[in-house]
T-cell receptor, first 117, second 114 residues
């Protein structure tokens, strides 16, 4: 199957700093990618839809200035958590369907465990 | 807004036992339905999906699920589980044309004992 790679898998940062998480589709093009967040013992919650070459679409309640998304190429989307605080500690996962096959299968990255201290 | 409920958070079974994991969704229209699995240390991967047609869908590794529209349910089944089925299972929905914009259930942790 197709591969989506997420980097880093784990990161610890100090409060007030920014952290960038990368999501790459390794063997297919993805004009759309999705970013999810998972708190302990809770479900994955969609944060935003990343669109290549245009602005991301954020879900209600997600601060776009805090979670900056850039989708500059057909294979890469980045999520930057700006001015991170301990409450931003969570598990972040990206997914990507193949371009032109949005309603088939989305492929998931392995996730990034962010800890803000 | 859509929501998905998975009733069993933790399930422990012996090998060869039958499995049924419940999933109910709340949505006012047609939906696409999915079951994803996450084996320890691995990515989420698709087990099976339902878009339309035969409400009984078969997926990988002997899993199947049945869409019952009147009950808003999409339960996952396997007649005989194996130790290697130990994983976390997520039910998810998206609106047609939703581009895999998924709403997930809280997940069910399945442990299969030898």
């Amino acid at each position: 199957g197709a591969v989506v790679s997420q980097h880093p898998s784990r990161v610890i940062c100090k409060s007030g700093t920014s952290v960038k998480i990368e999501c790459r589709s390794l063997d297919f093009q993805a004009t759309t990618m999705f970013w999810y967040r998972q708190f302990p013992k809770q479900s994955l919650m969609l944060m935003a839809t990343s669109n290549e070459g245009s602005k991301a679409t954020y879900e209600q309640g997600v601060e776009k200035d805090k979670f900056l998304i850039n989708h500059a190429s057909l294979t890469l989307s980045t999520l930057t958590v700006t001015s991170a605080h301990p409450e931003d500690s969570s598990f972040y996962i990206c997914s990507a369907p193949r371009t032109g096959q949005l309603d088939t299968e989305a492929f998931f990255g392995q996730g990034t465990r962010l800890t803000v201290v | 807004a859509q929501s998905v409920s998975q009733h069993n958070h933790h399930v422990i079974l012996s090998e060869a036992a039958s499995l049924e994991l419940g999933c109910n969704y709340s949505y006012g229209g047609t939906v696409n339905l999915f079951w994803y699995v996450q084996y320890p240390g691995q990515h989420l991967q698709l087990l099976l999906k339902y878009f339309s047609g035969d409400p009984l869908v078969k997926g990988i590794k002997g899993f199947e699920a049945e869409f019952i529209k009147s009950k808003f349910s999409f339960n996952l089944r396997k007649p005989s589980v194996q130790w290697s089925d130990t994983a976390e299972y997520f039910c998810a929905v998206s609106p047609p044309g939703g581009g895999n914009k998924l709403t997930f259930g809280t997940g069910t942790q399945l442990k299969v004992e030898l």
